[in-house]
């Protein structure tokens, strides 16, 4: 993003009403996530364990929360949890490990996206302006939003019609809801857990490589053009391909 330095700042997404709340204990962490984002304009808050976040939360009713998943005390598991029925912000949740991602996904505790430290604060800053600018949308699609439109690629839910460019996509079954899933939330990144869940309709645990399968089969129907349009996320999932 172009950073204006000049004495009238225009930035690119209006930030004015946007405040972030950084919930992190570790001091250093802490006090670079807060210059970066204060540099953006945001405007900033601090929290350093579960408690006093849920308070500020409370109280403040910020827009979007970063949230480190190891905090003294209550667990970032535990404070997305509670912040979830509190509040409707935008939850970051950061990780130490690739692998607590994968696990964290897995527990869906409602979190918007995930990070994986150490990250650039520009990372940081490019992954909350993706969150603000598409709207809060649901799995399920209303009768007004049955029409869904990701570049070339077109998802009509009620006709249960695929499109890449002008041709038209004969998909399964389970190819079609696949689909449906990841251009439902098309920003997230989907665990094979998760997809069997939304899916399947199932809670099973045990082989999600059938996930990969129908990915696959997926892929080889829509990627005609030689794009790809489903990202894989290396030991987490699947996303939708999206460019920001
Ligand atoms: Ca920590």
């Not at 976040?53 to 003294?72: C, F, N, Q, S, Y």
């Not at 509670?82 to 409707?88: E, G, L, P, T």
């Not at 935008?90 to 991602?101: G, K, N, P, S, W």
């Not at 869904?148 to 998802?155: C, E, K, S, T």
């Amino acid at each position: 993003m172009a950073v204006y330095h000049g004495p009238v700042t225009i930035p690119a997404v209006d930030v004015g009403a946007v405040s972030v709340l950084v919930v992190e204990d570790a001091p250093e962490f802490q006090k670079l996530l807060e210059a970066v984002l204060v540099r953006e304009g945001y405007e900033t808050l601090v929290a350093a364990d579960g408690e006093s976040a849920l308070e500020m939360v409370e109280r403040h009713d910020p827009t979007v929360i970063v949230l480190d998943l190891g905090l003294p005390g209550i667990d970032g598991i535990e404070v997305c949890r509670r912040v979830r029925m509190i509040s409707s912000a935008y939850v970051v949740m950061l990780t130490a490990r690739d692998d607590e991602v994968d696990r964290l996904v897995g527990l869906a505790v409602g979190a918007d996206d995930y990070m994986t430290k150490p990250f650039s604060g520009r990372e940081l800053v490019a992954r909350i302006q993706a969150m603000l600018r598409r709207p809060r949308t649901t799995a399920v699609a209303s009768t007004d939003d049955h029409q869904r439109v990701i570049g070339d690629l077109r998802v009509d839910l009620l006709a249960r019609e695929v499109r890449v460019g002008d041709q038209e996509i004969a998909l399964t079954k389970l190819e079609f809801e696949l689909l449906a899933a990841l251009t439902g939330r098309p920003d997230m990144v989907f665990t094979r857990q998760m997809l069997l869940e939304q899916v399947w309709d199932t809670n099973w645990v045990g082989d999600d490589h059938v996930v990969d399968v129908h990915i696959a089969n997926l892929r080889r129907k829509i990627d005609l053009d030689g794009r790809s349009h489903i990202k894989t996320v290396r030991g987490v999932g699947y996303r939708l391909a999206v460019e920001h």
